[in-house]
């Protein structure tokens, strides 16, 4: 019975830890653009990685 006067401190500083966490992510704008990075692995930004005789030929005319 004797470690609840321990657990009970320690829950609570954990509490409060997770949520001065949370808010300061809020209100640093961590969750204002929850899209963006999930799209941008489907841009083509390796093309410099890609060896030349490797990249399908284009006919620009």
Not at 22 to 28: E, I, K, L, R, T
Not at 32 to 58: F, G, M, N, T, V
Request: include cysteine.
């Amino acid at each position: 019975m004797d470690i609840i006067y321990l657990l009970i401190p320690i829950a609570i500083i954990l509490v409060s830890c997770a949520t001065w966490a949370f808010f300061w992510s809020v209100n640093s704008g961590q969750f204002d653009d929850l899209e963006s990075p999930a799209h941008s692995i489907l841009y083509e930004d390796d093309d410099k990685l890609i060896p030349d005789d490797a990249k399908p030929q284009r006919d620009d005319r």
